[in-house]
């Protein structure tokens, strides 16, 4: 599976945009980009996740540049709540899940959310 | 809607001991997972299941072992804890389907003295 690089940590303010970078340069065309995060004394919950289309759901927008090398983790309106651990990582879906539903993860970047 | 629920939530162990860390879901997911969080290391799997009857080693497997006997259970057991094995321990369980996402628990807090 392909390595993933995201900053230590980031600050946001209330209300604006957060935008959380990843690189995956070594990432393989058939692997996918997936986003969890972990708030303090939680089980990590998904986000969102995509391969080389910009996605959007009610929590967030994933940004994947074309040459699928880095992603960006758009929450348009930060609030404290979103103060969290956020984790990038890639990986290959086959056919059958089980398995290869089995996420890497990495240390993640923490979110600072500030009023 | 409870999804999955592990127990205990958080447990102090004498170092030899025997301990079973519960995990149930209620989703039908076939695919369950139990990973270890430590400071400075993020999340790491230990075991998991792609279906009822099987299990496969992750990164981290030793000292544990798991059982897949039914759909909705996936206990982890430490045969006999060391103090390395102090961590927080997170189930998790997936649809099988392509890009399904992981489900988690709210993890075990465990202490081995």
């Known amino acids: 599976d392909a390595k993933t690089t995201q900053p230590t940590s980031m600050d946001c303010a209330e209300g604006r945009a957060a935008n959380l970078p990843c690189n995956h340069s070594t990432i393989s065309g058939n692997e996918y980009v997936y986003w969890y995060r972990q708030i303090h004394s939680q089980g990590p919950q998904y986000i969102i996740h995509?391969?080389?289309n910009n996605e959007t759901n009610e929590m967030a927008s994933l940004i994947i540049t074309e040459d699928r090398k880095s992603s960006t983790l758009i929450l348009p309106h930060a609030t404290l709540r979103d103060t969290a651990v956020y984790y990038c990582i890639v990986r290959v879906l086959l056919n059958y899940g089980g398995a290869t539903n089995k996420l890497i993860f990495g240390t993640g970047t923490l979110l600072a959310v500030q009023p | 809607i409870a999804g999955i629920t592990q127990a205990p939530t958080s447990q102090i162990l004498a170092a030899g001991r025997r301990m079973t860390l519960r995990c149930t879901q209620d989703m039908r997911h076939n695919a369950m997972y139990w990973y270890r969080q430590d400071l400075g290391l993020g999340l790491r799997l230990i075991h998991y299941?792609?279906?009822?009857?099987?299990?496969g080693k992750g990164e981290v497997p030793d000292g544990y072992s798991v059982s897949r006997a039914n759909t909705d259970d996936f206990p982890l057991t430490l045969a006999s804890a060391v103090p390395s094995q102090t961590s927080v321990y997170f189930c998790?369980?997936?649809?099988?389907?392509?890009?399904?996402?992981?489900?988690f628990g709210n993890g075990t807090r465990l202490t081995v003295t």
């Open positions: 299941s792609n279906t009822a009857g099987t299990t």
């Open positions: 995509g391969l080389k």
């Open positions: 998790a369980s997936s649809d099988t389907l392509r890009g399904s996402p992981l489900h």
